[in-house]
C-alpha cells in the first residue's frame, strides 16, 4: 500500500511558477514509477508527465511545451513537479500517481496509487 499527498498548489498569475511535491508512504518508493496527471473542470483527467524509478522522465510535451520538469528524491521518498511559465490553461486540479511498472506509463489505468490532488489555479 502506498499513501501519496500532494502539496504546493495555489494561486499564481500567468507567467510565474510553482513546484508540487508529492510525498509517499512506504519503504519501497524507490522502486515504483510515478506520473503528474492534471484535471481542469469538465474535461478529463490528462497525462502531464511520468518519471521511471532510476529518474528517466517523459512529459506530455503537447501541453508542457518544456514548461515542466519532474524529479524525485528517493531518499526522502518524494516527487516534484516543477511548473515555469504558467498559463491560464495549466488551471486544474493536479494528482500524482504511483505504479510498479519499470516504464513510466502515460495511461492513468496503468497506476494503481492516487493522491487527494492539490488545486492549481492560473490568473490572467
Known amino acids: 500500500q502506498v499513501h501519496l499527498v500532494e502539496s504546493g498548489g495555489g494561486l499564481v498569475q500567468s507567467g510565474g511558477s510553482l513546484r508540487l511535491s508529492c510525498a509517499a508512504s512506504?519503504?519501497?518508493?524507490?522502486?515504483?514509477?510515478m506520473g503528474w496527471f492534471r484535471q481542469a473542470p469538465g474535461k478529463e483527467r490528462e497525462f502531464v508527465g511520468a518519471i521511471r524509478w532510476d529518474g528517466g522522465a517523459t512529459y506530455n510535451l503537447d501541453s508542457v511545451e518544456g514548461r515542466f520538469t519532474i524529479s524525485r528524491d528517493n531518499a526522502k521518498n518524494t516527487v516534484y513537479l516543477q511548473m515555469n511559465s504558467l498559463k491560464p490553461e495549466d488551471t486544474a486540479v493536479y494528482y500524482c500517481?504511483?505504479?510498479?511498472?519499470?516504464?513510466?506509463?502515460?495511461?492513468?489505468?496503468?497506476?494503481?496509487?492516487w493522491g487527494q490532488g492539490t488545486q492549481v489555479t492560473v490568473s490572467s
Open positions: 500517481a504511483a505504479t510498479t511498472s519499470f516504464i513510466a506509463p502515460r495511461r492513468a489505468q496503468e497506476y494503481t496509487y
Open positions: 512506504g519503504r519501497t518508493f524507490g522502486s515504483y514509477a
